[in-house]
């Protein structure tokens, strides 16, 4: 994998940053993308010091000039992208009747139109190389959850996406994958145990109660997952959903 090149979106921290660091060991060069590029230096630094090589990208995924510009910058100045991760994501959580429209706009444009963007700006590198490997980021939200009209849109979205993309690149030696995560420790599930009135901590521990695994996930976890399905190996795996959530979905 030495030769590989990815692009991660959403890639400053949480599952982003864990995704680029794994992807790093596993001796690939990583474009760190996220909408501010001061953001990413946690990130970039992280891989440098562990021998890697990175390139810290600002990109608005929902805005294609910025898209096509960090795709072009990446592949002149640390190489071609064959490996695309999406993973750029915003939470404006509301219940269906105080949702505004920039809500439910803002949502579907950073998952959706950004996963896209980002999939279109590469895919001509993977097509001309005759190999290629997209992981999408879903979520269990994917099946409904109160107060996520939006989000759980957009995740379900990813889905129908990634099955498309299968279909569509299969035949250039390209597969494309989603995970869905369940319950992650993230800035964005501290903000929805804010958003209903709960301690963090608390929120966890409830949380983990409910999982057959007995304990919550970590960005490492999805990282692992999303190490397997862009690796030689996983070269007859595609247009799969893969459910990190430490059991059984319906």
């Known amino acids: 994998m030495a030769e590989r090149i990815a692009v991660v979106s959403g890639a400053a921290r949480g599952i982003g940053a864990a995704i680029a660091r794994r992807l790093a060991s596993d001796g690939m060069k990583v474009g760190v993308l ?3 590029e001061a953001a990413c230096a946690d990130t970039v630094s992280a891989i440098t010091a562990a021998g890697g090589q990175a390139l810290a990208l600002a990109a608005d995924v929902s805005k294609e000039d910025s898209v096509n510009a960090a795709v072009e910058r ?3 100045e640390l190489g071609e992208p064959t490996v695309v991760v999406n993973n750029a994501g915003v939470l404006r959580d509301n219940l269906l009747f105080k949702m505004s429209v920039d809500d439910w706009d803002t949502v579907l444009g950073v998952h959706l139109r950004g996963a896209f963007l980002l999939t279109r700006a590469t895919q ?3 097509v001309e ?6 992981v999408n980021m879903s979520s269990t ?3 409904g959850n109160r107060g996520q009209v939006n989000y759980s849109a957009a995740k379900a979205g990813m889905q129908g996406f ?3 993309l299968a279909f569509e690149l299969g035949k250039y030696g390209v597969t494309a994958n989603a995970i869905a995560p369940g319950f992650i420790v993230t800035d964005m599930t501290a903000a929805t145990a804010a958003r209903v009135g709960v301690d963090f901590d608390d929120f966890q521990k409830a949380a983990a109660a409910q999982i057959p695994v007995q304990r919550v996930g970590r960005p490492e976890d999805i990282a692992n997952t999303a190490s397997f399905l862009v690796s030689e190996g996983a070269g007859f795996v595609s247009g799969q959903v893969i459910y990190v959530a430490g ?3 319906d």
């Open 247 to 249: 059991g059984p979905q």
């Open 74 to 76: 990446l592949a002149t």
């Open 124 to 126: 001509k590198y993977m």
């Open 129 to 134: 190389q005759k190999w290629g490997r997209i």
């Open 141 to 143: 939200s994917a099946q």
């Open 162 to 164: 990634t099955k498309t």
């Open 34 to 36: 996220d909408l501010d």
